[in-house]
């Protein structure tokens, strides 16, 4: 089967954002730091708020000495801060200028596909599915069980080139407005007391996706999230840009059952007892699966009691599903401004009422997320405020005064209806299949949670719509601080 390529339009979405922001700031100028000086932390704010500031706090590198201090300004001077000497976990700060490319040969070429995996072939591994693309054979053809290994071995090179880990007590920064990574797959592994502040993180293209027939009707599947934390605690994450930057999805190309080939997992995505963490003031931009938090239903032994998040400030642009999603944790989602639209050029958003995967808020198994003050926008023929919150296991939720286009909304009674549409359609297909029901079906829905943010940390929200609306444009990613 030929893959064919699909093309739109270039969003304006993002554009009129920017206009909007430009005419709120406008007579304010920021400069830009030699890439030899120490921007201090003077223009940037000094802690967090949230989940992050409990418990002691998040300090990141802050008490490094200057021979722990870095400017880096390519891949293999960033690797080498992280290193820090042989001490990555010893405090550190790292001043990024400038773009850093994960695929940075170091000979000044950029590595690709066909570096990582010569001779590999997508339209050759879809091949081996068979016509339908239904079900893989490795002697279907007498390349495909080298496909299959090549696969996994071109994914395995790749992860090993793009992906930087982050050790304990870190400030990641960017220094100026145009600090960047593009095609890194920064990770958190375990790390604590973490900072990562000013910086666009475009993510990283995945040559090497795979294909799963039996997901629905059939789904690809990305390796690398742009950031990953995985059993981290204390991160702070700050006026940060995440976004598919030039390979978004409607550039992509069209695989079996008319899927796009999926290049990209997550923007951010938590796990694993990832615990206290606040982001901030950031922008996630023109994404499909953008926050995960829990990787499982599976995963409570792991994250229950964990998965404390903080979300304020932030601006969440076209993103068709997880903003967060979120299993077993307490998450407080404060202030933060959503805008899709049904019509949009690049990447409409569409419910599952109008056919599609879209939500914003995403109730998962045993989540409890206390909503406050949120802004949601979404416009175009068809949008209704349904797409706030979508429940596929989750039975508690809570909201405080949001608006849906500027009025104030029932959000509580939109999470309510997606539950009882997930309850029934789970009990009904127990029924068909002959099975045991999901063990949450048996309880009803909470218009409440057992924790408030309230009674753990101070953080005083904005009240309207319009304060909310224009402090994230004014606020929020790389570059405004």
């Given at each position: ?155 395995n090179a790749e992860k090993a080139q793009i992906q930087i880990t982050l050790g304990s007590n870190t400030t990641l920064v960017g220094l100026g407005n145009h600090a960047k990574l593009t095609g890194i797959y920064l990770t958190i592994n375990g790390g604590s007391n973490i900072i990562v502040q ?40 700050d006026h940060v840009t995440f976004t598919d930057g030039a390979h978004p999805d409607s550039a992509a190309e069209i695989g079996p059952h008319t899927k796009i080939v999926q290049q990209h997992d997550g923007l951010l995505d938590m796990e694993d007892g990832t ?207």
């Amino acid at each position: 089967m030929e893959l064919t390529k699909i093309t739109k339009p270039v969003r304006g979405r993002l554009a009129v954002a920017a206009a909007a922001l430009s005419l709120a700031v406008a007579g304010m100028v920021v400069a830009s730091p030699s890439a030899g000086a120490d921007p201090g932390h003077d223009a940037a704010p000094s802690r967090p708020v949230g989940w992050a500031s409990t418990d002691g706090g998040v300090t990141g590198g802050g008490s490094a000495g200057a021979a722990n201090r870095f400017v880096v300004h390519n891949r293999a001077e960033l690797i080498n801060a992280v290193n820090n000497g042989g001490q990555p976990n010893a405090p550190k700060v790292i001043k990024v200028v400038g773009n850093i490319y994960g695929d940075d040969a170091g000979d000044g070429t950029h590595l690709g596909q066909q570096d990582y995996r010569p001779g590999w072939d997508l339209d050759r591994y879809i091949a081996c599915y068979g016509p339908d693309a239904m079900e893989w054979s490795d002697s279907r053809y007498p390349d495909c069980g080298d496909l299959r290994r090549g696969r996994v071995m071109g994914s395995n090179a790749e992860k090993a080139q793009i992906q930087i880990t982050l050790g304990s007590n870190t400030t990641l920064v960017g220094l100026g407005n145009h600090a960047k990574l593009t095609g890194i797959y920064l990770t958190i592994n375990g790390g604590s007391n973490i900072i990562v502040q000013n910086l666009t993180m475009e993510s990283p293209i995945d040559y090497f996706p795979s294909w799963d027939p039996g997901d629905g009707g059939g789904s690809w599947n990305a390796r690398f999230d742009a950031m990953s934390i995985v059993t981290g605690t204390h991160v702070w994450i700050d006026h940060v840009t995440f976004t598919d930057g030039a390979h978004p999805d409607s550039a992509a190309e069209i695989g079996p059952h008319t899927k796009i080939v999926q290049q990209h997992d997550g923007l951010l995505d938590m796990e694993d007892g990832t615990n206290l963490v606040t982001v901030s003031n950031s922008v996630f931009d023109n994404h499909s699966k953008t926050l995960l938090l829990g990787s499982g239903d599976s995963k409570g032994d792991r994250d229950r009691g964990k998965l404390r998040i903080t979300f304020v400030g932030n601006h969440f642009i076209d993103s068709e599903q997880r903003s967060p999603r979120v299993r077993f944790g307490r998450v407080d989602v404060v202030n933060n401004l959503y805008t899709a639209a049904t019509d949009d050029p690049q990447r409409p958003i569409l419910t599952p009422k109008l056919g599609g995967p879209g939500y914003f808020l995403g109730l998962g198994l045993e989540s409890q997320i206390y909503s406050r003050y949120n802004a949601f926008d979404y416009t175009g023929p068809g949008a209704d405020s349904s797409i706030i919150a979508w429940a596929s296991g989750g039975t508690r939720f809570f909201d405080r005064g949001s608006w849906f286009n500027g009025r104030k909304v029932d959000a509580i009674a939109v999470a309510r209806a997606s539950f009882d549409q997930a309850k029934a359609e789970a009990l009904a297909d127990a029924a068909a299949d002959g099975t045991e029901p999901p063990a949450w079906t048996a309880e009803s829905f909470q218009p409440t949670v057992d924790w408030n943010p309230d009674d753990v940390y101070q953080l005083k929200p904005l009240h309207s719509e319009r304060q909310v609306t224009r402090s994230v444009l004014a606020n929020a990613g790389a570059g405004r601080i």
